[in-house]
């Protein structure tokens, strides 16, 4: 048996780093399994869903190193849940409903004031003919919920009828039947809702494991019993915790917060997010890994809370800077000559300013210091400035090699009796303008003689 996953987003919205972390987890999960990994848009809302959004979705996956061995769109597989319809009426478990909004919500307040759960009484199933016939008449079309298991004789009568599963990342897990309302499957117009399209396509493409967040543990109790309604053998569930901000609240694709999108804009590194997403709330420390091979040596779904895992958007730099820090000069090349930064400096500059940077744009600005000078000149006192005159007029003769920095202040130390902060602070704002940096130990044999006395104040 070849392990097979999904990652089923609806196509309304950018995705953000809580739809990644499901992604991720499912494509870690075949990575580790040697299995397959399905890429379906759950698009049966017509009135949301639309190509540009799924198009962006698949464009953030790649960005995150995440490529489907197949991509599906349930809006072209309609034929294959009506049929899965006719089967369920068939087997007389899909009935049809006549009430509106309106009366479902008086029904539930009716219940709840009882003392009883807000669930749907199964009235339509009490229905006459004639009733039936006089909805019909005026012009009320049916939506069709499916029959839950709950009952020994009566539907009417439901009693607690567990379900349980050993959830790949919670284990034991129960959802009772009778504390749930049949769901509604087809919608008045006829269109679907996400449970029936949803349990065909994982009949359908043999889906083996199902990993998604936690917010549908309650679901899978339904999903299992339509799973054995249509005949087939459920998957493996796993639930993960899901992602918060700092505050608790959650995060949505309609509202942006977050998205894929929004943090490549930003600068950040895909394995910054990927490493963020899948380790924070585990058992495991967050740390920036430097690929999806070796994330996934630390992916363990069993590792992961039960509580929502809350995060700050901080520590994604804090992951970037180290990203940064650590990256070859062999995977940054490509984008630094994007960014105008090549020739025969540009590896010996990387590896001088990869430790000084957040982003990896951020280079261009030291990469312009470096052939500009100094983007703002720095205001020197009187003392200062007689002391950078010494210092210039102390500057070594070329050639120049790694050591010149330090022969140049050894001369600038035994010529003005200056040391730490106070002789090299002034040095370092005349040549970057700037009070920190990388080392100008590394940076000088780059500016050149020339460079560098044309930084002199």
């Known amino acids: 048996m070849t392990i097979t996953v999904r990652f089923a987003p609806s196509p309304t919205g950018r995705i953000h780093i809580g739809n990644a972390r499901t992604a991720l987890f499912n494509w870690l999960f075949a990575m580790n399994n040697k299995g397959r990994y399905i890429q379906r848009f759950d698009d049966t809302d017509v009135a949301r869903s639309t190509q540009e959004f799924a198009d962006s979705i698949l464009y953030d996956l790649h960005w995150l190193g995440i490529f489907p061995d197949v991509t599906e769109y349930q809006s072209r597989r309609v034929e294959i849940y009506d049929a899965a319809v006719e089967r369920l009426k068939a087997a007389r478990v899909l009935y049809a409903c006549y009430e509106t909004p309106e009366e479902l919500d008086l029904r539930r307040k009716v219940r709840r004031t009882r003392g009883l759960p807000p669930v749907y009484g199964r009235e339509a199933l009490t ?146 997010v990927a490493s963020l997403a899948v380790l924070v709330g585990t058992s495991e420390n967050v740390t920036a890994a430097h690929d999806l091979n070796e994330l996934a040596g630390h992916f363990d779904p069993a590792a992961t809370s039960k509580s929502a895992a809350k995060f700050d958007p901080d520590e994604l730099f804090v992951l970037n800077r180290t990203l940064m820090h650590q990256m070859p000069f062999e995977e940054a090349r490509d984008r630094l000559i994007v960014l105008g930064i090549s020739g025969d400096k540009a590896e010996p500059f990387w590896l001088a300013v990869r430790g000084n940077i957040d982003r990896l744009s951020d280079a261009v600005a030291w990469w312009r210091i470096l052939s500009d000078g100094p983007q703002e000149s720095a205001e020197f006192s009187g003392e200062d400035r007689n002391f950078l005159d010494q210092a210039f007029d102390l500057l070594p003769e070329e050639p120049w090699n790694g050591a010149v920095w330090k022969d140049w202040t050894g001369k600038i ?45």
Do not use: C
């Open 127 to 272: 229905l006459t003919p004639e009733q039936v016939a006089e909805y019909e008449s005026d012009g009320r079309r049916p939506h069709w919920r499916f029959l839950l298991p709950n009952f020994t004789g009566d539907p009417l009568q439901p009693e607690r009828t567990e379900v349980h599963w050993n959830d790949l990342v919670r284990g034991e897990e129960t959802v009772d039947l009778a504390s749930l309302s049949d769901p509604v499957l087809v919608r008045e117009d006829g269109t679907y809702l996400y449970t029936l399209p949803s349990v065909v396509d994982d009949i359908d493409m043999s889906v083996t494991h199902v990993i998604r967040g936690d917010d549908h543990v309650t679901n899978t109790g339904v999903q299992i019993a339509l799973f054995q309604a249509l005949g087939a053998e459920p998957p493996v569930f796993g639930h993960h915790n899901l992602l918060t901000t700092v505050s608790g609240e959650g995060l949505s694709k309609r509202t942006g917060a977050l998205s894929i999108e929004s943090l490549r804009e930003d600068g950040i590194e895909p394995m910054a």
């Open 413 to 457: 130390k035994e010529a003005t009796g200056r040391k730490g902060k106070p002789l090299f602070m002034p040095l370092r704002l005349a040549l970057t303008g700037r009070t920190s940096g990388p080392e100008l130990s590394d940076l000088l044999p780059l500016m050149g003689r020339e460079g560098t006395l044309a930084r002199r104040p």
